[in-house]
């Protein structure tokens, strides 16, 4: 009994050290999670009036740009994978990578080649112990982006949209991402953002309204060609930004649930405890009990 009794105490400490790090953990994605938030909203308008712009010049004029233009012939598709640097964070992770998998395969189905750009540990992980290579890997930080980042990642694949196909270029590019919706859901989305394919933000004219009119100085290409980089830098940034608010959420979450894991252990453990301890008490009665009545029985 004593040596029982022993063992549950060592898993009851044990319980109450892993409590005290998920707990710390869990306050720690809180109090992270509303700058995190701020930041999603404080870009987003940006994000999306840069994405008009670009949707305004292609839809108000008539020119073929590398930007708007689909290739007649798509050999190579690049896809940006945003995963975490840190565990810890439930089904973060992974989520995002199966959706890129599904994504992988829906391609290559259509008969085009994969690369891939990694953001984070986890992402670069995954494919190492697979031995599938990647053609540009960043890590750290992807719990508190920089727009530094987001350039230098955009500028990369730019540069390799740029390309021909034929030269290690890609032909179109996607980008996988967690998007936060709030605290509960956070949902894996799967973009397509060169060549640009949806009009976000150009709403039809009502009944009693006229189309707008629009002059681009100094001419639409050369708009375009600014655009480029700016649209391809805003957008990758605003997916830091989604993904680091939805690894946050994840991880208080997962680290909530593990606290609430840690109290039903201790608690369970702390009854079978109690029950061992009474035994061995009991038991020890019984061995005074009867050594007195055996002295009794002598004299």
């Known amino acids: 009994m004593g040596a029982q009794l022993r063992v549950y105490r060592q898993k009851i400490r044990s319980a109450q050290t892993t409590k005290k790090i998920t ?3 869990e306050l720690i994605s809180a109090s992270r999670i509303q700058k995190a938030q701020a930041r999603v909203l404080a870009a987003t308008p940006y994000s999306r009036a840069v994405t008009r712009a670009v949707s305004a010049v292609a839809t108000y004029t008539n020119i073929d740009h590398i930007l708007t233009t689909e290739p007649a012939k798509v050999e190579r598709a690049a896809v940006v994978i945003f995963a975490s640097d840190r565990g810890l ?8 990578l199966r959706e890129a998998e599904q994504l992988s395969e829906l391609l290559r189905e ?3 080649d994969v690369v891939y750009f990694l953001v984070g540990r986890k992402a670069n992980a995954y494919f190492s112990f697979r031995n599938r290579p990647a053609q ?8 508190a982006p920089v727009f530094e980042t987001a350039k230098e990642i955009g500028d990369a694949i730019v540069e390799s949209f740029l390309r021909d196909a034929s030269e290690g270029g890609v032909d179109e590019i996607h980008i996988v991402y967690n998007r936060f919706v709030n605290m509960v859901s956070q949902v894996p989305e799967v973009v397509r953002v060169l060549p640009l394919e949806i009009v976000d933000g150009v709403e039809a004219p009502g009944e009693n309204e006229v189309l707008p009119l629009y002059e681009f100085e100094p001419d639409a290409d050369k708009v375009l060609d600014a655009l480029l980089p700016v649209y391809i830098e805003s957008r990758i940034y605003n997916a830091m930004l989604q993904s680091a608010a939805s690894e946050h959420a994840s991880r208080q979450r997962a680290m909530k649930s593990a606290s609430d894991n840690a109290d039903k252990l201790i608690r369970d453990y702390t009854r079978l405890a109690n029950n061992a301890r009474q035994s061995e008490i009991t038991q020890q009665i019984a061995e005074i009990v009867g050594g007195a009545d055996a002295l009794s029985s002598a004299k």
């Open 89 to 96: 964070a439930g089904a973060f992770s992974s989520n995002v």
């Open 23 to 25: 707990r710390a953990m």
């Open 136 to 143: 540009r890997v960043w890590m750290g930080g992807t719990d």
């Open 110 to 112: 259509q008969g085009k």
